[in-house]
C-alpha cells in the first residue's frame, strides 16, 4: 500500500523505498524506523495517510453532507466521511477551478520544479469512485440556513443535513499605499503562482514583505527563478511566531548563504511607480529598487459566507468544542474556524479539526480541545521545526539551547516546572519526531535535567 504526505502530497511507495533515507525497497510503510520523515516538506510519519480509502464498513442512516471548501480541511471531512460510512452523499463546492491540491508545495511551483500535475492529489476520476461530488469554479455564494439550502455561483441549489464551513483564508493585505500597482502580488493559488511567474519572466529584483513562513518558502521560490529577492520583516529576526532570536539567526545565515537578502526592524511605508511597481520605500527612509513585490503578511480567514449567513464570527468562525458553529448544522474547521480563539493556519490543526467533523457528522459527540501548533519548513535543504510554546517566558519557565551556528544547528527546549512544552530543532533531523512526542506528552524530564545540558545529548538514541 502506497501512503501520501498530507501536507505536500510526497508518495511513499514501498516498491521503491526512499534511497534519501537509506530504506531499502520492499520497506513497508509500517515497517519504516521512528525517525523517517516525509523527504520532501520533512512532515513526521503521523502526516501520511494511505493513499486510496479504505472501504467504508458501517452503514448509516444517509444524509446529505455539502462542505465548502477543497482545501485541505474540506477535502479532509469527505475523506474521512466515505472512509467510514456507507449511504452518505458528499458534495464539495469550490471556488478555484482545481481539485484539491498541495498549496505547501506552490513555492516549489512557483519555482517551476513541479507541474500543476504534480500539486494534485488525486485524478478527477477518484472522486467520481468515492461518490464524492466536487463542484469546480463553482462556490457556495448564500447559505438558507431555514430551508437548508446552499446557493451555488451557478444558481444550482443544494440541500444539507450537514453543511461544513471550510472556506480556508486568504492573504491579509495591510494597507500600504501602492499595493494596487502591477506587479504587485499576494501567494495563495495555483492561479497566484502562474501570474507572478508572468510577471517574473521581465522582472530582477524582487522584495518579499514578511519574513514569516510563507514569506521564506516564497522567496526562495523567486531565487529560484533567478530573482535577486530581499526579505522586508519588521520584527527584528526570522519567523518570529516560530523561532527565537537566536533561531532566527541561524536560520537567516544558511538563507544568506543560498543569496536571499534581509532588512530587519524595518516595514514597508509605500510601493512606488508609474504603473508598474519599481521602488520599495521603507519606514526608516531606505529605497529599495523592485520589479515585483510580494506581500506575505498573513492570513485573513474567508468569513464572508458564514458572516452573511448569520452565523457568529470573529476574526474567524467562532465554533464550540465539537466544531459546530452557532448553528448545530453547520461545521466550521481550518484556517476559517476559531476555537477558543485560536486560528491556527497551518495544516496539521486543520486534519485534526476536520476529523473531529467528521466523527460528528456521524453522530459521535467527539470533542476537540486545540492543537499543538507545528511548523516544519523544509527549504533547499533547510530542515527546521518548531513545535509547541517555543517563546514561553516567567517563573518555572527554562530554556535549554545547543548552538552550532557554524554548522548551522541550532536545538532548544523549553520546560516549564520540568515539562516539555515547546522545541526547536534547525539541522537536527534526527531528533524531531522524539522531540515532538515529547513536547505532545509534554514529558516530565526532571529526572534527565543534568543530561540535558549536554552538547552530545541526542534525543533520537
Ligand atoms: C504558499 C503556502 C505554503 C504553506 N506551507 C505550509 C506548510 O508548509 N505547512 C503547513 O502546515 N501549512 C502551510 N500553509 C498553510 C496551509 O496551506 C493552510 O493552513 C491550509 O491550506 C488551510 O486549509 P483550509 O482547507 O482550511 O483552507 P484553504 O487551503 O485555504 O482552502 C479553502 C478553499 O476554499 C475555497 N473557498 C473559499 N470560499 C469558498 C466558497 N464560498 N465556496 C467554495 N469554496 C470556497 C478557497 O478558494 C480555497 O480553495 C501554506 C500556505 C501557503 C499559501
Known amino acids: 500500500m502506497r501512503y501520501v504526505c498530507r501536507i505536500c502530497g510526497y508518495t511513499y511507495d514501498p516498491e521503491a523505498g526512499d534511497p534519501s533515507q537509506g530504506i531499502a525497497p520492499g520497506t513497508a510503510f509500517a515497517d519504516l524506523p521512528e525517525a523517517w520523515v516525509c523527504p520532501v516538506c520533512g512532515a513526521d510519519r503521523s502526516l501520511f495517510q494511505p493513499e486510496s480509502a479504505p472501504e467504508a464498513t458501517e452503514e448509516g442512516p444517509g444524509g446529505r453532507v455539502v462542505i465548502v471548501g477543497n482545501g485541505v480541511a474540506g477535502f479532509t471531512v469527505a475523506w474521512e466521511l466515505v472512509k467510514r460510512r456507507r449511504g452518505l452523499e458528499i458534495h464539495i463546492a469550490a471556488e478555484e477551478r482545481y481539485h484539491y491540491y498541495a498549496r505547501p508545495q506552490l513555492p516549489r511551483f512557483l519555482a517551476g520544479e513541479l507541474g500543476i500535475e504534480d500539486l494534485l492529489f488525486y485524478e478527477p476520476s477518484w472522486y467520481e469512485a468515492q461518490g464524492i461530488r466536487v463542484w469546480l469554479r463553482d462556490p457556495v455564494v448564500r447559505v438558507d440556513r431555514e430551508g437548508r439550502q446552499a446557493e451555488l455561483r451557478s444558481g444550482q441549489i443544494l440541500s444539507y443535513d450537514w453543511l461544513v464551513i471550510a472556506s480556508g483564508s486568504r492573504p491579509a493585505t495591510p494597507p500600504i499605499v501602492g499595493r494596487e500597482l502591477s506587479g504587485v502580488f499576494t501567494l495563495r493559488t495555483i492561479d497566484d503562482a502562474l501570474a507572478i511567474r508572468e510577471s517574473a519572466l521581465d522582472a530582477q529584483q524582487a522584495v518579499v514583505v514578511g519574513g514569516g513562513l510563507l514569506g521564506l518558502e516564497a522567496g526562495k521560490g523567486l531565487l529560484s527563478l533567478g530573482l535577486s529577492v530581499t526579505v522586508v520583516e519588521v520584527n527584528d529576526h526570522l519567523l518570529p511566531r516560530q ?161 552550532q551556528p557554524e554548522e548551522g544547528r541550532y536545538r532548544k527546549l523549553v520546560l516549564r516546572e520540568g515539562k516539555a512544552v515547546g522545541a526547536i530543532a534547525i539541522g537536527f533531523r534526527d531528533q524531531v519526531p522524539r522531540l515532538l512526542q515529547i513536547v505532545a506528552e509534554q514529558a516530565d524530564l526532571r529526572s534527565i535535567r543534568r543530561e540535558l545540558e549536554n552538547p552530545d545529548f541526542d534525543f533520537a538514541s
Open 243 to 403: 523561532l527565537d532570536r537566536e533561531g532566527g539567526e541561524v536560520l537567516q545565515r544558511l538563507l544568506e548563504q543560498q543569496g536571499m537578502r534581509f532588512v530587519l526592524g524595518n516595514s514597508v511605508a509605500r510601493l512606488v511607480g508609474m504603473d508598474r511597481v519599481r521602488e520599495v520605500h521603507l519606514e526608516n527612509g531606505q529605497r529599495l529598487r523592485a520589479d515585483l513585490v510580494l506581500i506575505s503578511a498573513g492570513i485573513r480567514p474567508e468569513i464572508e459566507l458564514a458572516r452573511d449567513a448569520g452565523l457568529t464570527c470573529d476574526r474567524g468562525v467562532i465554533v464550540d468544542d465539537y466544531l459546530r458553529t452557532s448553528d448545530a448544522r453547520i461545521y466550521a474547521c481550518g484556517d476559517v474556524a476559531q476555537h477558543r480563539g485560536r486560528i491556527y493556519g497551518i495544516i496539521p490543526p486543520a486534519l485534526d479539526q476536520a476529523q473531529v467533523v467528521a466523527a460528528n457528522i456521524l453522530g459521535e459527540k467527539v470533542e476537540y480541545h486545540g492543537s499543538i501548533p507545528t511548523a516544519s519548513l523544509k527549504v533547499a535543504g533547510i530542515d527546521l521545526t518548531s513545535v509547541g510554546d517555543v517563546l514561553a517566558e516567567g517563573p518555572g519557565v527554562e530554556h535549554i539551547r545547543l548552538m
